[in-house]
């Protein structure tokens, strides 16, 4: 079954420190890959998608992610996070062959420290 | 373009009671999805339908659960005789044929 692995749960940061949350996915085909931000009390929002070309996404607030799929990974990444990136993040996966299913990491929540 | 609505935003029931869950897709869009979010995992997929279809339901439990988008009105989620394990978050999205996710803020339903 196709799954979705985020590793980090909890991650802890100081303002201007870089970011880099784990992604990792178990799926052989080809997949379209996501990152959704959800902030305290409000709902999801797109930050940035993947569905072919260059590997390396660049995303909404300065946040980027690279595909490497000799890895099945989609981490995202942020050289210098703020206090109002403060939010839970969600890595997404759906199948090419079935775009209708969009398959959810746990999340990781993201606590920014001025 | 007002955005996917949910309502109500907060349920509380009573165990037995049942749950309706409502979602008005964002304007032009035919595609609604349920997801459920219990405390401490991710979001999980719950149903997919189109308009008076539904078109994958494998993530619905198979009892007290269904769902319906009928040709007017909204997307409704139908919970019968809830149990305290069906507290959650329970999110809608909505998309244009094969286009992007857009999620309203979710419905949060807490049995008592």
């Known amino acids: 079954a196709q799954s979705v692995s985020q590793h980090n749960h909890h991650v802890i940061l100081s303002e201007a420190a870089s970011l880099e949350l784990g992604c990792n996915y178990s799926?052989?085909?080809?997949?379209?890959l996501f990152w959704y931000v959800q902030y305290p009390g409000q709902h999801l929002q797109l930050l940035l998608k993947?569905?072919?070309?260059?590997?390396l996404v660049k995303g909404i607030k300065g946040f980027e992610a690279e595909f490497i799929k000799s890895k099945f990974s989609f981490n995202l990444r942020k050289p210098s996070v703020q206090w109002s990136d403060t939010a839970e993040y969600f890595c997404?996966?759906?199948?090419?062959?079935?775009?209708?299913?969009?398959?959810f990491g746990t999340g990781t929540r993201l606590q920014v420290f001025p | 373009n007002a955005g996917v609505m949910q309502n109500p935003r907060h349920l509380v029931r009573r165990r037995g009671q049942e749950a309706r869950l409502r979602c008005s897709p964002m304007?032009?869009?035919?595609?609604v999805y349920w997801y459920r979010q219990l405390p401490e995992e991710g979001l999980k997929f719950m149903v997919y339908?189109?308009?008076?279809?539904?078109?994958?339901e494998s993530g619905m439990p198979k009892e007290r659960f269904s769902a319906e988008f009928p040709k007017e009105g909204p997307s409704i989620l139908r919970i019968q005789q809830v149990v305290r394990g069906d507290s959650a978050a329970y999110f809608c999205?909505?998309?244009?044929?094969?286009?992007?996710?857009?999620f309203g803020e979710g419905s949060r339903l807490t049995v008592l």
């Open positions: 999205a909505s998309s244009p044929e094969g286009g992007e996710l857009f």
């Open positions: 799926y052989g085909g080809t997949v379209n």
């Open positions: 993947y569905f072919s070309g260059d590997p």
């Open positions: 997404a996966v759906n199948p090419v062959y079935n775009t209708d299913k969009l398959i």
């Open positions: 304007k032009g869009h035919s595609h």
């Open positions: 339908l189109q308009k008076e279809n539904i078109i994958d």
